[in-house]
């Protein structure tokens, strides 16, 4: 598993960043519960959009993939609508049923307007919860559009999502950058710097770290070879020296008086100095 899906939130209070959508969504949870529930959640790529979408109907579906209907935005058709339609006309056969709208700032005119319906169906529902993530806020999209996305916007809860640029949020996401290559043992990396060249997409940034992660690996492939031949050309006292001046670091490591690094740092440091 790369980095990037290791670390994915798998509940809101993993979320980073986002403190006070996550309050927000919580106090509404537990005052109203989820069923019934609209969501409309507006931030920029890799803010945690559709991974917090996800963590919401997970919790409402008890985790059952089977009754997350997902679909993207510029994709979704008429007939989509229809079929949801249908399909909420029933009771589901687990606790709850979720459906996600990734990309919804490129719903169709005619989609939007059947979607209306079928919000106000789902908040008279037991069964059912609604999630839309969009790139936009509705405001800013071109005036023809953003008329037909108001009446819907409106029926929906709206966490109010950290953008990129709140240093709030560039903080936590550094923060978690560092965090996470401490456990995964990156070393001598600059988060901030990462975040920066990811546009302070936490997605972005994790692919990036993950990336690091396998240069370091691959550095570290290369020196141990190069290590391993300046130890074979070793012969006569400079071999039992170097043997002996092993060993006695083998045994500070394995007694955890020595990290891994510093144990290879010094056995480099040696090979070369008697080579």
């Known amino acids: 598993m790369d980095i990037t899906e290791k ?66 935005g510029r994709d979704m058709t008429v007939q989509d609508v229809r079929d949801l339609e249908e399909r909420i006309s029933f009771r589901p056969m687990g606790t709850g049923r979720a459906i996600i709208i990734n990309e919804a700032q490129d719903l169709s005119a005619a989609v939007v307007a059947l979607l209306l319906a079928t919000t106000e169906k789902i908040k008279l529902s037991r069964f059912d919860c609604i999630i ?58 600059d988060a901030e710097e990462i975040c920066m060249k990811a546009d302070w997409s936490i997605r972005d940034a994790l692919a990036r770290l993950d990336l690091c992660e396998r240069e370091q690996a691959e550095s570290e492939q290369v020196r141990k070879k190069e290590l391993a031949e300046l130890y074979r050309q070793l012969q006569g006292e400079e071999k039992a020296f170097a043997n002996q001046f092993i060993s006695r670091l083998k045994a500070e490591w394995q007694k955890g008086k020595l990290s891994q690094q510093a144990y290879w740092e010094k056995v480099a440091k040696m090979l070369k100095a008697i080579n």
């Not at 529930?37 to 996800?54: D, E, M």
């Not at 109010?160 to 070393?187: C, H, M, S, Y």
């Open 132 to 189: 839309f993530t969009a790139m936009k806020d509705v405001q800013k999209l071109p005036s023809e559009r953003a008329t037909h996305f108001r009446a819907l916007v409106t029926r929906c809860y709206q966490p109010e999502f950290a953008e990129t640029d709140n240093p709030v949020f560039r903080q936590d996401v550094v923060e978690f950058i560092n965090g996470v290559a401490a456990l995964e043992g990156i070393k001598a990396i």
């Open 7 to 72: 670390y994915r939130p798998k509940k809101l209070s993993d979320v980073v960043g986002q403190t006070t959508a996550v309050n927000q969504i919580n106090r509404i949870i537990k005052s109203r519960g989820l069923a019934g529930s609209c969501w409309w959640i507006t931030g920029s790529t890799g803010t945690g959009k559709t991974t917090v979408a996800r963590i919401i109907a997970n919790e409402f579906t008890d985790q059952d993939e089977f009754l997350i209907y997902e679909f993207v």
